[in-house]
Structures are given as C-alpha cells and as structure tokens.
C-alpha cells in the first residue's frame, strides 16, 4: 500500500480504510508548475521533437487524470467503490502515483539554476528555456510518469465501467432469490405481461437438434398415372378404331 493508507480502525473485526490525499502544498505547486511548462512550450514555435513528445505526454496525463477524478466524484461510483475497497485502495493508489510523477517534474523545473545565473533570482521563463535545452536530463522523470499514466488508464476504465452501472440502494446488494427466479433470469417487475413459453416449446426450441433442422420443401404428389395411356397403346387404339369404321 506504500503508505497510501492512514489508519485502519477496527469495528466489529472489519478494518475501516481511511484514504488520505499524500500531497502537500509544495507538491500541488509544483504540479501548477509542471502545467505551466507544458503552456510555455505550446506556445513556442521551436520545441524540439523530443520536447514535443514529452508535453504531450505530460497534457495528455492531465487530461486523462481531471478525467479520472470526475469519474471518481460520481455517486454511483462511489457506491460501488465502498463496497470493493481493494479497488477504492488500487483507484486512489494509482491517482495518487500520477500526481507525485507529475509533481517530480514540476519539483524538477522549480530547481533549475543555469550556469549563467548561478546566483539571484532566476525567472520561471529562464528556467523552461534551460529545461528545454537540456529535455534529456528529464528522461527517467518521463519514463516514470508514462508508467503511472499506464496504470491511470486501466483505472480510469474500471471507473468508466461503474459509472454505466446502477448505484447500489440503501437496501444494499440484491439476494439471490431477488436476482433470479425459476426461469434463470432475472425477476420480472411488478405487474408486467409476461408470456410464458410452455413446456414442451421451450424443451424443442433448446433443443440443439430441433433448432438447427432446417424445414424442408414438401414436393406436391403427382397425379395418378394409371389411366394415362403408353404411346404405344395409342397407336394401337387408333388402328383398332379405324378397322372398326372400315
């Protein structure tokens, strides 16, 4: 949990988890300033293509984690999230690990002293030039934030997945008899017209035989052919009828 967790208070033999916000003050400051480096670069014109990568890395986090959190802010979510605290533990972890990689960068910035000016105060404007010139110096800072963005992502997805779900009641999580019935679905509501298939339907409809036996065309029966005459005989009819007249 690598301190994420306050305190437990145990009631009743079950642990309370309290999640606090491991920021201080320096380290929100310090993310402000890593937001306004990403807003200086944009606004130049000659960021090298390096540089470019890692502020869209770094807009691209922010973005996703103003994302996370709104989610995160959502009664639904909340609801389930009470109820699933090893994930409440893992959302909140995550978020937690991609603030502090984004304030090591903004820690990072607001240290900067060039060689120029090694002494006096030192313009926050000076101090993104410098850390433009030397990107490289940043690398094992970006590799570390991509890496919490990663983990910020599949958060994100699972909150994404909660917020389409139905927020749990005060009665809580539905029994099973609640859940099911007899049929093996779930329960109709109160006063719904439902049409039940009967028995012997619903045993030929699954029955996989029956369901994949296609109907075949039924051939209508022909005539009887017993009264029709061979070709032959009607040669001989007709000979034997003009004898008859000669």
Known sequence: M???????????????LR????????????????????????ARGDVPEESLLFIRLVQRVRDDLDECLRLLS????????????????????TIQDTKNALA?????????????????????????????RHQHKLHSR???????????????????LLQHTVALTEEGLPNYNEATNDQGGPMPKPGANIMIMPDDELTDFLTTRNRRTRPTRVKPELESTTNIPMPGMIIILLSTSQTDEA
């Open 19 to 42: 999640i606090t916000n491991m920021l201080d003050g320096s380290a929100f400051s310090a993310i402000k300033t890593a937001s306004r480096f990403v807003e200086f670069c944009c």
């Open 104 to 132: 090591e960068i903004g820690k990072y910035v607001e240290s900067v002293r060039t060689e120029e000016e090694q002494n006096g105060e030192i313009s926050l404007r000076t101090r993104f030039e410098w850390v433009l």
């Open 74 to 93: 959502l009664p639904a979510v909340q609801s389930h999230l009470e109820c699933d605290i090893d994930q409440k533990i893992y959302i909140h972890g």
């Open 142 to 160: 970006q590799v570390g934030l991509d890496t919490c963005h990663k983990s910020l992502l599949q958060a994100m997805s699972r909150l994404s």
């Open 2 to 16: 690598r301190g994420r967790v306050s305190n437990i208070d145990h009631i009743d033999r079950l642990p309370v």
